[in-house]
């Protein structure tokens, strides 16, 4: 190699310069290119931009796993869950027992109270039934026959058609049965704790149930005589007295008729004696199935005061 001159070093060659000017230049070319964002594509761009600098925009999430190895409990703690579970169940049971127990009380002291208020009612009806209408009725039964069996029929008819009428003023007792129906359909009866109390109820209603269908025959009796009745009354009369003897138990209790209340002028439809004995021996029987229900007024009445006095003595109810 041949060495430069002092000279050759100083100024070069001109052509040489350029040359090695161009040279470097193109060798910074490529580089220049590979690194310019301009040259770069814009996929490449995005790649660069969400690989390379991922972790300065997204924030990786983090999951914490439970731990599920439990450590198994002590026998103690599942013995006093247990038991706590069982004194809950027990105390409701309890509670809804005591809950239902007071229900049925209440409504047991309900339908018993409106049995004390039925009872004091027909005691007194039974008491005017015994005292006042069967007395009465005897009296009239007996007035009648002496009526009838008087010389004569003819000019006697207003006596006649008094007794008479008075002695089939018929009177139909009805037991107090709507408690006793309570008691059965709405099974309060068996409610009912107190065995004194039961065993009265029974009894007095076994003495409405005979009541009941013996009345049912001495009914049919008494429409007989009714019937029996137009064969010897004309039936304007009849309906005249008839609306008397309502008017006067509106405002008695047992209103039968006195003399002014038959019509003056009131006949007969036949004089014939016979024919009245004949009517007169139907109003007998009637009479006599009337006094036998008289021992049953005072059958029920009996069995009525002694519940009565139960049922205050066991629900300690004060009289009124």
């Known amino acids: 190699m041949s060495e430069e001159s002092p000279k050759d070093r100083k100024s070069g060659s001109p052509k040489k ?9 193109g060798d910074a070319k490529p580089d220049e290119e590979n690194h310019s964002a301009i040259n770069t594509p814009h996929s490449e761009l995005n790649e660069t931009l ?25 026998w103690k703690e599942y013995l006093l869950e247990g038991l706590m579970i069982f004194v809950a169940v027990t105390m409701g049971f309890f509670a809804e027992s005591l809950r239902e127990h007071i229900a ?3 409504k047991e002291k309900e339908i018993i ?32 026959d002496n009526y009838i069996n008087t010389p004569q029929i003819k000019g006697n008819e ?17 037991p107090p049965e709507v408690a006793l129906n309570n008691l059965k359909s709405s099974g ?13 109820i029974l009894n007095f209603n076994t003495r409405i149930n005979e009541y009941l269908k013996y009345s049912e025959f001495v009914t049919g009796v008494e429409h007989c005589v ?31 008729v006195v003399l002014k209340d038959i019509p003056n002028d009131v006949k007969f439809k036949t004089y014939n004696k016979q024919v009245f004995i004949n009517f007169f021996k139907k109003v007998e ?17 009996a069995a009525e005061v002694k519940l009565l006095k139960v049922l205050k003595e066991e629900y300690n109810l004060d009289d009124e």
């Open 158 to 174: 207003q006596k006649i058609t008094m007794g008479l009428f008075n002695a089939t003023d018929w009177v139909t007792y009805a």
């Open 50 to 74: 969400t690989t390379d600098n991922s972790p300065l925009t997204t924030q990786m999430e983090v999951h914490h796993h439970p731990d599920l190895h439990h450590k198994e409990k002590p």
């Open 226 to 256: 009714d019937t029996a009745s137009m064969s010897i009354m004309d039936r304007k009369v009849q309906r005249r007295v008839i609306e008397r003897l309502y008017v006067n138990n509106a405002v008695n209790k047992f209103g039968f």
């Open 104 to 106: 049925n009380r209440d």
């Open 285 to 301: 029987q009637a009479d006599n199935l009337l006094n036998d229900m008289l021992g049953q007024y005072k059958r029920i009445y």
């Open 113 to 144: 109270a409106s049995l004390v208020r039925d009872l004091k009612k027909d005691t007194s009806t039974l008491n005017n039934l015994i005292n006042i209408y069967m007395p009465y009725h005897n009296h009239w039964v007996d007035s009648a």
């Open 17 to 25: 310069l350029k040359a090695e000017r161009l040279k470097a230049k």
């Open 188 to 200: 309060t009866f068996n409610l009912i704790e107190k065995d004194k109390v039961k065993s009265e």
